[in-house]
T-cell receptor, first 107, second 115 residues
Framework: GEDVEQSLFLSVREGDSSVINCTYTDSSSTYLYWYKQEPGAGLQLLTYIFSNMDMKQDQRLTVLLNKKDKHLSLRIADTQTGDSAIYFCAENNDMRFGAGTRLTVKP | GAGVSQTPSNKVTEKGKYVELRCDPISGHTALYWYRQSLGQGPEFLIYFQGTGAADDSGLPNDRFFAVRPEGSVSTLKIQRTERGDSAVYLC?????????????FGSGTRLTVV
């Protein structure tokens, strides 16, 4: 299958913005997703973006998509300690996931 | 049901034994996916069903792994001659139809430990 790549770790201070990045290779994907996984829990769909959009905002979450560069990012505004989790990006064509970015929020 | 249900939630088995993991998707969801997640890794795609048929089984690691969905709802992942390397959390997801944007709902997983 195609590859989805993410940086493995991100650490921010409470109240700062977090930006989690992802690159993918399958240009035929029509939807791209961000999932959140808390320790010992299943995957929770956070948000998704249609491939003909370049930005989607949903409360504290902003998704940016650069389809030309196949780059997806998730910005979390005013990051809270409850946002500490692993964040996965995925694309819908064959539902492959990245390895996940572990976000740590320090008080 | 209200969500994707996976049973058992935990399974410990001896090396060489056969195991079956069950996934009960959301009622009416035609697409069903199986993933395997090892510690510190992202979910690894195993197989995708659209209705009763396996639309993509390219992720199954070898012929010890097999999955069925005979009536287009409940699916069973079967692992023969289990090995210690099969230890992982096995996740199931369903959606109303393949490719639906917001419809992929995951179960809580079955944690398989092979001793």
């Amino acid at each position: 299958g195609e590859d989805v790549e993410q940086s493995l770790f991100l650490s921010v201070r409470e109240g700062d913005s977090s930006v989690i990045n992802c690159t993918y290779t399958d240009s035929s994907s029509t939807y791209l997703y961000w999932y959140k996984q808390e320790p010992g829990a299943g995957l929770q769909l956070l948000t998704y973006i249609f491939s003909n959009m370049d930005m989607k905002q949903d409360q504290r979450l902003t998704v940016l998509l650069n389809k030309k560069d196949k780059h997806l990012s998730l910005r979390i505004a005013d990051t809270q300690t409850g946002d500490s989790a692993i964040y996965f990006c995925a694309e819908n064509n064959d539902m492959r996931f990245g390895a996940g970015t572990r976000l740590t929020v320090k008080p | 049901g209200a969500g994707v249900s996976q049973t058992p939630s935990n399974k410990v088995t001896e090396k060489g034994k056969y195991v079956e993991l069950r996934c009960d998707p959301i009622s009416g969801h035609t697409a069903l996916y199986w993933y395997r997640q090892s510690l510190g890794q992202g979910p690894e795609f195993l197989i995708y069903f659209q209705g009763t048929g396996a639309a993509d089984d390219s992720g199954l690691p070898n012929d010890r792994f097999f999955a069925v969905r005979p009536e287009g709802s409940v699916s069973t992942l079967k692992i023969q001659r289990t090995e210690r390397g099969d230890s992982a959390v096995y996740l199931c997801a369903s959606s109303p139809k393949g490719g639906h944007p917001g419809g992929y709902t995951f179960g809580s997983g079955t944690r398989l430990t092979v001793v």
